[in-house]
């Protein structure tokens, strides 16, 4: 118990009753008071000797029980407390709080364990709110890992569109297939055909063209009473006619192609390969265009071919030949450069047609005939003969063999002269079971009006100064004095059969003549249409 000058009564250590009267009265501060004004920042007088405390100056008395006498320092009775700062003043702006000012860097303060006063710590340091990049996370020594990711997915980045260029060019293997630059024009594009069978009087020859071949590839899964199997094509007016032979007799209607957009003189083919048959001509507007045959419901769909709208001369013939046992089909046409050119598909299973690696062949006199033979196995084995007229008259041909077309051309000995410019004439390959020979035959329209006849061996990959030189050429029969007058020559299946078109008074008619593999006597001509 303490008893101060007023006589009112006191406890310390907070034993007892709270005075009565205010802390300050009197000139006393009890001890909350000095707590009070070391947390407002108030650092208390103490006298200089240590022995009495300025509250024995005033002639208060101090009593402890057992712990240290804890001395009351003076407190001016005109003791104020500071006024507290405002929440927007310089130490509580949230600039204060969180990073300091530079001028005057927030301080905390705390109280201290004695009574020298007030003790000031050290600054707080800044927080860091530095917005951090995924790659500040990883160690440096881990870093790398992360640029080698980088730079392989960049680098597999640049393989992938290379391989993307270096496709399409392969695809279109070096040469630009310019007749293809241009997109599908709508008349080019022919309606879906409407095929229907007519009697053959009422589907006749209505021009010189006529096209014809044996389907050997496309009857390998045909029943034996079907082979050997015979397609001819013809124009008819504004109709494309298939006429049929199976096994010995023609079938007893002739399937025609309506809504087909063929120009009237349209020169045809049709090549027998696992994606046909299918009949190749040039559109109204000089493009050309094509047909495949469906078995199953014995009908024709347009082929690939017309979608790609390619280009050809006016005056353009048309050939074809397939390639690696029937699975490939190229046709040749008239550029408009007047330059002999191929188009094809290197597989059936293929949906693209594409230009030869080798472009141009040869430049060849307009509206010249085509004929095209290849024979031998697949590969490099495979040889080619693709031949045309030239502007004296002459056929002229070039080779391919050892997977390239030969830059050098050969003349075929005896057609240097009679033959008529634009003369019909056309090639085909001829086997011979009994002695395994094969040889290549080559018929023409010569300017006396008969069929004339050449042949010489096939032979495998030989340069073209060893082939040997075409036989004394002999003749077939007579024509009608046409030298345009449709005319082909099919000797696949072994058996030889020339066949043309003539124009009796009755009509237009094709007649075929046939021999053995020796082609030596010929039959006389028989009038197929009038089966």
Known sequence: MATTADGSISQVNGLGKVPSNHPMEGGLMVNSDIEHGRKMGKQPENDQDTGNSSSAKLGSISTHQTSPVRQIPHVDSSYVPPEQPSPLSQNHHPAAIFHGFPDDPYQQQKPADDVNGIEVVEPMKRIDRTKRMATALIPPEKRWRLAVAIALVALLLVIIALATVLGVKVKKNVQPPGPTSNPPEPSSLPDPPVVRGYPQAQVLPSTNSIAATDIIVGTLFSPESDKPQLRILYKSND?????????????PQVRCIENSNAKDD????????????TVVYITKDNHLAGFDYVPVNDSWVPSLITTNTVPVHPSSRLSSVTWLNGTSMWIYYQGQDSQLREWGIDDYRNVAFRDGSAGPLAAIQNGSSIGVVRYGATGADETEEACFQVTNGALHCRRYANSVWGDEQYTIAGTESGLALQTSF?????????????????????TNGYIGLQTRPAIKGADIKTLGTFSKGTQIALGDGDASAGLVINGE??????????????????FQYSSNANMVTWSNGTDITLS
């Open 266 to 277: 349209t020169p045809l083919t049709i090549c027998d390969w696992l994606g046909g048959p």
């Open 493 to 510: 299946s072994g058996t030889v059969n020339v066949y043309l078109k003539k124009t009796p008074v009755n009509g237009g008619h094709i």
């Open 426 to 446: 056309d090639l085909t390959l001829v086997p011979d079971a009994t002695s395994g020979n094969i040889t290549v035959a080559v018929a023409y329209l010569k």
């Open 239 to 251: 109709k494309l006619c298939i006429k049929t032979k199976l096994g010995s007799s023609f079938t």
